[in-house]
Nanobody
Framework: QMQLVESGGGLVQTGGSLRLSCVAS????????MGWFRQAPEKEREFVAG????????NIAETVKGRFSISRDHAKNTVYLQMNSLKPEDTAVYYC????????????????WGLGTQVTVSS
């Protein structure tokens, strides 16, 4: 079983920045592609960003492209989501997820999930 624990969420003003972290344990971190998803109240969970197991390739959703970036540190078993120029519509619970194959935008294809961290952007 793989455990994922997110941190770094909080309340920030429009235009501010946050960096989310997700620490993985239980399985070899470098085997897994990692994704960040978010879910706002009464909305479906949506893909935000993904990174391949090697870290050489990333996929960023169009809604956040140019503002968010994803990276990973294999020495720390951690994947990061850097969020800049935050907007109120970025308010959501942010989840990290892991899957053995490459990055995918569909949440149901991921095998492991964290419990999420709340991000609130005030206007």
């Amino acid at each position: 079983q793989m455990q994922l624990v997110e941190s770094g969420g909080g309340l920030v003003q429009t235009g501010g920045s946050l960096r989310l972290s997700c620490v993985a344990s239980g399985y070899t971190f470098s085997w897994f592609a990692m994704g960040w998803f978010r879910q706002a109240p009464e909305k479906e969970r949506e893909f935000v960003a993904g990174i391949t197991s090697s870290g050489r390739s990333t996929n960023i959703a169009e809604t956040v492209k140019g503002r968010f970036s994803i990276s990973r540190d294999h020495a720390k078993n951690t994947v990061y989501l850097q969020m800049n120029s935050l907007k109120p519509e970025d308010t959501a619970v942010y989840y990290c997820a892991a899957r053995i194959d490459g990055v995918d935008v569909t949440p149901t294809t991921y095998n492991y999930w964290g419990l999420g961290t709340q991000v609130t952007v005030s206007s």
